[in-house]
């Protein structure tokens, strides 16, 4: 059967089973040819349409007129000596994010981007100085976890978008990301394995909540008192941190999941006992987990990381007022792995 002419452009790395179907059909082509690209696409892992074998020529060059399946190139792939692996890949318009994976025994961890720069701005991010250059598509994000997968050989077991960009001001596509990860006939990784980190855009949280999987969601807090938090996260002023308090509020009682608040300790900024108090103050009798975070430098930022010792004291006084907290070691220190460094420097 001669093939037709799509009208529609598909991103096949973000297709649905659904959206497989509406391809074949916009093609002319018998349903079973979409189980055959989907098996192709995912339990086979090809880069190109030359390699789908089983099906007709003519219809991998229809499929090639109409479809993308990878678009990434690597610009850079860096080893830390902790094992884990940094790529800045680049994409055909030029626009390049940077990914991460990170082994840890029989697991590995892919964080990845959801934007080539982020407009947000915060000031102690590599990745908020350099501003936004375009959001990405979902079928981009799931190609960086591909990448990870295949360059270490082994499955991706979970996912953080932590990477560049803030995932809600690109919540669409960011969720499209999330249900390939999730779905069984795509990368089959269970929901609680997989985190979006947002920097608190309060109406996506909102809605994030009455999405139906159970993705574990974090949230860059970085201070609980509102001049702080002002000056470090600009791109979040408009939402102050008791509407964020209230949403959080919302976002457990729908789900019961426990939400991550992320803190990067910077000296004399939001170390300070002040500071602490009010972190104690924001998440006593809440359900949640503070993440102390060491504050990785950013060549030419004014902050310095605090010490060791400082994190310890946040653990105990959190602890003190029945808050889970835990010191994150920064890893890849060495690889620029930091959100937006490698970018930074190479992009
Ligand atoms: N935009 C989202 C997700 C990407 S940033 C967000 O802000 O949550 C991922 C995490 O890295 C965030 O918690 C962010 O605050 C943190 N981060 C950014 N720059 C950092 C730095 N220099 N040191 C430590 N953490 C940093
Ligand atoms: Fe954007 Fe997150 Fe960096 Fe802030 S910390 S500038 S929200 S990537």
Excluded at 4 to 13: G, I, N, P, V, W
Excluded at 145 to 168: I, K
Excluded at 207 to 228: D, G, I, K, N, Y
Excluded at 246 to 266: C, F, K, N, S, W
Aim: glycine fraction near 8%; hydrophobic fraction near 35%; aromatic fraction near 6%.
């Amino acid at each position: 059967m001669q093939p037709q002419e799509a009208t529609t452009h598909y991103d096949l790395l973000s297709c649905t089973r659904r959206d497989l179907e509406a391809l074949v059909e916009e093609l002319g082509q018998p349903k079973f040819r979409a189980k055959q690209i989907q098996s192709w696409v995912w339990d086979k892992g090809v880069t190109s349409f030359d390699d789908m074998t089983n099906l007709p020529k003519d219809l991998r060059a229809a499929l090639a007129e109409s479809c993308t399946l990878r678009s990434a190139t690597v610009a850079a792939d860096l080893r830390s000596t902790d094992g884990s692996r940094k790529y800045l890949l680049r994409f055909n318009d030029g626009a390049s994010v940077e990914c991460v994976g990170m082994p840890s025994g029989p697991k590995l961890a892919a964080c990845v981007s959801t934007q080539a720069g982020c407009a947000m701005g915060c000031a102690f991010c590599a990745t908020g100085a350099a501003g936004l250059t375009r959001s990405l598509t979902a079928g981009e994000m799931v190609e960086q976890v591909l990448h990870v997968q295949e360059s270490f050989g082994t499955r991706v077991t979970s996912v953080v978008m932590m990477g560049q960009g803030e995932p809600f001001v690109n919540y669409e596509q960011t969720l499209g990301a999330l249900r390939r990860f999730n779905d069984p006939a795509a990368l089959g990784i269970g929901a609680r394995h997989l985190t979006v980190s947002t920097c608190g855009v309060i109406p996506m949280i909102a809605q994030f909540a009455r999405e139906p999987e159970q993705f574990t969601l974090a949230v860059s807090l970085h201070s609980a008192v509102q001049r702080t938090r002002d000056a470090l996260m600009p791109g979040v002023r408009r939402w102050s941190l008791l509407r964020l308090y209230d949403v959080m509020g919302e976002y457990t009682d729908r789900t019961g999941r426990r939400p991550t608040y992320e803190y990067a300790l910077i000296k004399g900024v939001n170390d300070t006992d002040e500071e602490l108090t009010y972190l104690c103050d924001f998440c006593r009798d809440t359900l949640c987990h503070v993440n102390l975070i060491q504050l990785n430098e950013v060549p030419g930022s004014k902050f310095l990381p605090s010490t060791h010792q400082r994190a310890l004291d946040f653990v105990r006084r959190l602890e003190s007022v029945g808050v889970e907290a835990t010191i994150r070691n920064s890893r890849g220190a060495d690889i620029d792995a930091a959100c937006g460094q490698l970018r930074q420097r190479l992009g």
